[in-house]
């Protein structure tokens, strides 16, 4: 069982940065691969930033790239999302989600609110 719990959140300026912390609990996160989910009213949640073990590949979505950086910390069972130049559309509840292979289930964290706004 790994649980997730994610940090960071908060009330930022458009242009400004914020940097969302997921710490896990157990001892399989480093094999775990680990990404950022956002989610706003009435839509569908949609895959911000991912990482694979090691952290030797990630992918963004289109709307984040060149702004947004995911790390992990393997010593630390942690998985990082820097957010900078962040825009009024960036505002939504952010979730970190380690991936595992089907049948089984995804972990996910109990959210984090991000709010962009002058």
């Known amino acids: 069982q790994v649980q997730l719990v994610e940090s960071g959140g908060g009330l930022v300026q458009p242009g400004g940065s914020l940097r969302l912390s997921c710490a896990a609990s157990?001892?399989?996160?480093?094999?775990?691969?680990m990404g950022w989910y956002r989610q706003t009213p009435g839509k569908q949640r949609e895959l911000v930033a991912a990482?694979?073990?090691?952290?030797?590949?990630?992918n963004y979505a289109d709307s984040v790239k060149g702004r947004f950086t995911i790390s992990r910390d393997d010593a630390k069972n942690t998985v990082y999302l820097q957010m900078n130049s962040l825009k009024s559309e960036d505002t939504a509840v952010y979730y970190c989600?380690?991936?595992?292979?089907?049948?089984?289930?995804?972990?996910w964290g109990q959210g984090t609110q991000v709010t962009v706004a002058s």
């Open positions: 989600n380690a991936d595992r292979p089907p049948p089984l289930l995804p972990y």
């Open positions: 990482i694979t073990p090691g952290g030797g590949s990630t």
């Open positions: 157990g001892s399989i996160f480093s094999i775990l691969p």
